[in-house]
């Protein structure tokens, strides 16, 4: 079935999806021989010759009469330039392969039209496949199985409409033919008609209950439709069939782990990876277990075994790389991040600059990921300038415009909201600066502030806000709809702001809302009337307003959001309410960060609870304002930065 469906895609040229259908295939069967054939066609059409090659071998060690695999292998050595003598005799056998299936007669039996139809496909010749078969589909009593080989050659040719026809026209002539119900199910679910699909599969295991293709189609519709309780019985089911299906344990993995049953799930992809060591999603699956616990030497294992058999997995470098930077292995670390360009399509627009010299080079900077991102990695820039780059432009998301135009080096700073860009010599991603400049844990810019607010913004801020002592809070960050993942992380490190009611209760103090977001900013007026914080944030038209505001405050509490980089980025005191297996860049195991000196970290220690964070936090403002009563008591140091 997966070899059907990469062919389909090849056909239509989804050559990304053919490619992940074979390999999966091979996964599923290393001893396929024409997954790993039909891989090698589609790597060297892409000039990925060396890979091609491999492919070929392999599918010969499998099967080294095939004398068509022969001709391809013969035929990327030449492509390569390596000595391929023998390529003509291996083509002429290749051409014998067929010969006799080419030259039946004129009267040919419908026993060797089949044969000679299934051999085409085989070889990937599926428009001759069709063309001997059909004297037999145009007869007046096709046989069922004519009609279902029919529907899958169509299917690799991408004729939709046709496959369906012949396996619909296959099954209305035989309703106990299994496997042409099964056929229509992939033909069906391929065209996004997953009711219909699951009709079909269902057809076909009512023929034969035992039927394990048709219940491993079923279970991977139920899947992709995140129907979870219906795919763990359906892989449950399989296994019965098959116990040593490493793909049904992968499926069923996932199943339990979107049931929130994570230690079976993890068990699962343990016994997928037994059965079959080089299975590389199950590897990333685990992966991904361990990483969600923190126990990110395990997860490295995990992403690097799946890397070593699918290298060119981007959503395994991405992880790995949030991995190694977590982890403090930055080298490693940026090198592997930046596949999250590729991972995401990103078009730069000029020459990516990849550590050039810039010495009368013009260079923009282009803030490819949120608002956090930027003011993070915004410190960068004046070392564009100190490396001679005759033109710095910086291309940023709108609300940033005014802060960024002020960074030391910056000469143009433009909104990347449709605004017209000139040419320059090089672009580069915000992101991709620590990897260039060559990062380390030692070598992060810290020169604090490194951000400068308008003196505008500033004399006007400060005429509005109440005197005394004043503390800044931000409970939630910005949900995200369109970007299910971001939403769910979203969920994970935002609060209510009633959350916040035993710090709203500290005496002696002025809070200060700095909360925007329709849904959550409205929050303030269900707390209590007597414990609402001010909230000037209606009247905020950027970060420059809102970094005016924070420069007056003696410290921000945040949950992690881009406040707590502006706050930082000013080198104001921060406290960061940071989610259970939180954000790569704040590390494991340590209170403080390299990135801002006088920030300090409270960590979830349990997934999801938030009081306990809430109540450490509680306890240190109580102590911070009895050091701030206290006649001579020093200030308070934020500088909190040991491990």
């Known amino acids: 079935m997966l070899n059907l469906a990469a062919a389909c895609c090849f056909s239509i040229r989804r050559l990304h999806d053919a490619e992940a259908h074979w390999r999966r295939a091979i996964e599923v069967d290393p001893d396929g021989c024409d997954a790993h054939n039909n891989l090698g066609a589609l790597l060297q059409e892409t000039g990925r010759l060396t890979e091609a090659e491999a492919c070929y071998r392999r599918a010969l060690s499998i099967a080294p009469d095939r004398a068509g695999i022969h001709a391809n292998l013969a035929h990327v050595q030449a492509l390569l330039g390596r000595s391929v003598k023998d390529a003509a005799v291996m083509s002429e056998g290749h051409d014998d392969a067929f010969a006799h299936h080419r030259g039946l007669g004129p009267e040919p039996t419908d026993e060797a039209r089949i044969k000679a139809a299934v051999a085409f496909y085989e070889g990937g010749h599926y428009a001759e496949g069709l063309a001997i078969l059909q004297p037999m589909i145009a007869s007046e009593h096709p046989s069922a199985q004519t009609l279902n080989l029919a529907g899958g050659l169509s299917c690799a040719l991408g004729h939709w409409s046709d496959a369906e026809d012949f396996l619909r026209r296959a099954v209305a002539m035989d309703r106990g033919h ?60 399989l296994l019965e069939l098959r116990p040593h299906d490493a793909q049904a344990h992968n499926i069923l993995g996932a199943a339990l782990q979107a049931l929130g049953r994570m230690d079976e799930a993890t068990a699962h992809w343990r016994e997928a990876l037994a059965i079959q060591p080089d299975f590389a999603e199950a590897s990333f699956n685990l992966g991904i277990a361990m990483q969600t616990r923190m126990q990110d030497s395990e997860a490295e294992k995990h992403y690097r075994h799946c890397l070593k058999h699918a290298p060119g997995d981007l959503d395994a470098q991405f992880n790995l790389a949030n991995v190694l930077l977590r982890t403090g292995q930055f080298a490693e670390g940026w090198a592997l991040y930046e596949c999250r360009l590729e ?60 802060l960024f135009e002020r960074i030391d080096g910056v000469d143009a700073c433009i909104e990347m909201s449709g605004q017209a860009l000139a040419h320059h010599d090089y672009c580069c991603a915000m992101l991709s600066l620590p990897h260039r400049m060559g990062t380390t844990l030692e070598t992060i810019p810290a020169s604090m502030p490194y951000l400068d607010v308008p003196e505008t913004c500033r004399t006007q801020w400060r005429r509005r806000l109440p005197h005394g002592r004043k503390i800044g809070l931000v409970w939630a960050g910005e949900p995200r709809p369109y970007n299910p993942l971001a939403n769910r992380i979203d969920r994970r490190r935002s609060l209510a702001a009633s959350a916040f009611l035993p710090l709203l209760r500290a005496p002696g103090v002025t809070f200060v809302s700095l909360q925007k977001g329709e849904a959550t900013q409205p929050q303030i007026e269900a707390l209590p009337a007597a414990l609402r914080p001010f909230d000037p944030m209606h009247d905020v038209r950027d970060f420059a307003d809102t970094a005016a505001i924070v420069e007056q405050l003696d410290l921000v509490i945040t949950v992690d959001t881009s406040v707590a980089h502006l706050a930082g980025a000013l080198n104001k005191p921060v406290w960061l309410l940071s989610r259970y297996n939180g954000c790569w860049r704040w590390m494991l195991d340590r209170d403080d960060t390299p990135w801002y000196p006088r920030t300090r970290l409270f960590r979830q220690a349990q997934p999801e609870d938030w009081a306990e964070v809430v109540e450490r936090v509680r306890l240190a403002l109580e102590a911070w304002l009895a050091s701030e009563r206290e006649p001579g008591a020093p200030n308070p140091s934020f500088d909190l930065g040991t491990r």
């Open 343 to 402: 991972r995401a399509a990103v078009a730069l627009p000029f020459a990516p600059w990849r550590g050039e010299p810039l010495a009368g080079k013009s260079i923009v900077v282009w803030a490819e990921q949120g608002y956090g991102d930027s003011l993070q990695f915004c410190r960068y820039l004046p070392m564009l300038e100190r490396l001679g780059a005759a033109k710095l432009t910086v291309a940023v998301q709108p609300g940033l415009r005014r």
């Open 178 to 237: 299994c496997n042409a119900h099964n056929n229509l199910g992939v033909v069906l679910e391929k065209l996004g008609r997953w009711d219909e699909a699951e009709r079909a599969y269902r057809e076909a295991l009512a023929i034969e209950p035992r039927h394990a293709g048709a219940q491993f189609a079923l279970a991977c519709l139920f899947k992709t439709q995140a129907r979870w309780a219906e795919a763990e019985k359906a892989c449950r089911t």
